[in-house]
């Protein structure tokens, strides 16, 4: 079989997805297989790369999940695996605080509190923010 890909890593675990990175040990590969599983299901394929990959976007994880990844180089001979590593995308509940002004569509100050602070949007050079109802009237 192939040399065990190394020094698998999550780069980012954010609404966009779970990214993973690790070294391609191997020279002699067909490709990777990403697997992973979570606290109640067993490790199953959810990516199949071409040789010499070295990242993965995990787009389809759901926020509040642990997952547990491995990475294996595989050919003909057999295959081998990474150590694991885990992941979990964690969400963050807001609760609006304040509201400035809203006038003509064009929001001027939002100040949202969250366990560990309060985070300003101003309007001036903000990141943009994405609001979901989470209940209530």
Known sequence: PPLAPAALAVLSASAGGIALE?????????GYRVLRRTASTSLQTI??????????LDSSAAAGVTYTYVVEAFNASGAARSGPVDATITVT???VEGLARYE?????R???ACEGGAQVFDGHGSAPVRFSRLGGA
């Open 22 to 30: 690790w070294a391609d040990r191997a020279t002699n590969e067909d």
């Open 47 to 56: 990516a199949t790369l071409p040789p010499g990959s070295t990242q993965h």
């Open 93 to 95: 509940t807001f609760r």
């Open 104 to 108: 003509a569509g064009r929001l001027a």
């Open 110 to 112: 939002l100040v949202l």
